[in-house]
């Protein structure tokens, strides 16, 4: 995908394609998830505006990396709502995030719980939804064999093989606990070869992308602590070979992922947290500041989308 004068808008293809109900104007359209751990709290406000605003199934795939995969899933399922709830509910975050876990020597992210028992019963998830829904849904894993972002789509054939790729693309090292085999490989975290998954959009043919950021645009991603090199590093050196390869270039990801949006010119548009919205870590379980950034990533989308699409902003 490249930026041409000739190109329609995002803005564009949006509008089109709410106005005519229809995904035949040979675009192809994707919406891309920024992931994060807890930072995804803020796209998953985004999403539940997407779905407020009757935008859910206009888009021909979605992508997204760890927490932002499993906001696709929500948003594709038509769940988007009542999914986000697991934020503020207390009980569940203490479950599901407790560093202190690591002291003994089991994640600090319990995935498991969080996807076979919260998403498959407590605040269901609708899987069949997602396997049949005619927008593609491609979450991102990072081979612990090459250290490549890939996408798992083609591993997806049932509700097992989806709840698998949901929990590969959320694997944090050692913080979520060791790589989740899938399809013959095993895989990590997909925020540690591709955080925004714009550049797999683009090879699998997206003209233009809608991309839900986590990060805030005067936001950096921190360096690793000293602590975090020695550990979570020997880690992956000796279990990960691939994955540490990808992991030494991180501190060069968000400006590779920027400049390649930024090259994308007005094919892609991406919406932040505003400036001035919390920072939020990525093992951070305060449900309070949690519904505060949930509302404020929707109200980001709200903002960002209601005007140019001429749709009433009340519900923000």
Known sequence: MTSS???????EVIRGRR???????????????????SRGVYSSGMVQALEELGLASIFDAVYGTSAGAINGAWLLCGRALPG???????TIMRRAVDPSRLLRGRPAFDLNYLIHQVYDGVEPMDFPAILANPTTFHPIGTDIRTGRAVDLRRHIVDKRTLMTALRASAGLPILAGPPVALGGSQYLDGGLAETVPIRTAVRDGATHALVLRTRRT????????RLHQI???????VRAPGAYRAW??????Q???????????????QIHPPVGAPDIDSAARDTILLTRALEIGRRAVHTGLSAALDISSETA
């Open 19 to 37: 106005d005519s109900a229809t995904r035949t104007d040979g675009h192809r359209l994707a919406l891309v998830i920024e992931g994060g751990g």
């Open 218 to 225: 005067d936001e950096q991603r921190p360096p690793a602590s």
């Open 5 to 11: 004068p000739a190109a329609p808008s995002v803005m």
């Open 248 to 253: 030494l270039q991180r501190p060069l990801q």
């Open 84 to 90: 986000m709830r697991s934020w503020t509910d207390p």
């Open 255 to 269: 400006h590779i992922e920027d400049r390649f949006l930024a090259e994308l010119g007005h094919t892609a548009l």
């Open 231 to 237: 550990v979570g590093g020997g880690y992956l050196r």
